[in-house]
């Protein structure tokens, strides 16, 4: 497995940073982009190869595949980790930003799929690790479009793991619960519009749960969670998912256990929606 390339998408920060930081001390090829390069300048210091990938742009996706395949014949492990959260009330998210966000979550995870898989299938084995979210098995207020992204991304992948196991290529969901890194600016910068609309109470609740939250023990560092994708990417036999963190596990449970109208209960509590 040592052997096999492992392309990442998404490596400027986070999550993608910090998984091929641990796959590089094990001793993987890993191949780190991210749409600027020059934010990989220390992983290629650490010996990764690096170069600029847009999963918003058919060319440079095409191109990053073609690279990897030139070297070796086929993509060994993709990790799909590039995505962002575009958060808001449903009513007053902008269509456009809508439409980005599923570019990049959701069309650019899964174009990236179908370009590596003809190599994958070639070879007769492969493994692709699609980083999800507990967003992407509940839903909480002023994150509907992002939530809606990561269902998307849930279902994709389950369709597919079905769909390639035949060909020896295995597919893995990550469901990370709230990691330390810029996506909780991200998704608070969203909320910050504090007018005097219809939903600026919730928007302020919002932005304060998410905030506090991202700050609290609940959130664990983005190297624990490279640790859970690094046992994914080298396991001979790989879990459907990981569901990482202690509170993503007692979440996703709860919402299941309790049913739709105490799971509304508690979030509209949780957000003082009256």
């Known amino acids: 497995m040592l052997a096999d390339p ?3 998408t998404g490596c400027s920060s986070g999550i993608g940073r ?6 590089l001390a094990s001793g ?3 191949y780190a982009t991210a749409r600027r390069l020059a934010t990989l300048a220390d992983l290629a210091a650490r010996g990764a190869h690096t170069f600029a990938l847009d999963v918003t742009d058919e060319a440079s996706m095409a191109a990053a595949v073609a690279v990897v395949e030139a070297e070796h014949g086929s993509v060994g492990t993709l990790i799909n980790n ?3 959260g575009e958060y808001g009330p449903v ?3 902008p269509m456009d930003a809508v439409r980005q966000e599923f570019e990049t979550n959701v069309f650019g995870l899964g174009r990236m799929c179908q370009l590596v898989l003809p190599g994958m299938r070639a070879a007769g084995h492969g493994r692709i690790v699609n980083i999800s979210s507990m967003g992407g098995r509940l839903t909480f207020p002023t994150g509907g479009w992002y939530h809606a992204s990561k269902y998307a991304v849930e279902s994709l992948s389950d369709a597919l793991r079905v769909e390639v196991a035949p060909f020896g290529v295995d597919v893995v969901l990550v469901e990370p619960g709230m990691i330390r890194t810029e996506f909780d600016a991200v998704a608070s910068s969203g909320l910050r519009s504090h007018d005097d609309g219809p939903y600026a109470a919730l928007r302020r609740h919002s932005d304060e749960t998410t905030r506090r939250s991202y700050a609290s023990r609940l959130a664990i560092d983005p190297a624990r969670l490279a640790r859970v994708i690094a046992r994914a990417v080298e396991a001979r036999r790989p879990r459907p998912r990981y569901l990482v963190t202690p509170f993503a596990k007692a979440t996703v449970h709860l919402r299941r256990l309790a049913g739709g109208r105490v799971w509304d209960a508690v979030v509209r509590r949780s ?3 009256k």
């Open 91 to 93: 009513e007053e998210v």
């Open 18 to 23: 910090a998984t091929a930081e641990a796959l």
């Open 271 to 273: 957000y003082r929606i």
């Open 82 to 84: 590039a995505g962002y």
């Open 28 to 30: 993987h090829t890993v």
């Open 6 to 8: 492992i392309l990442i």
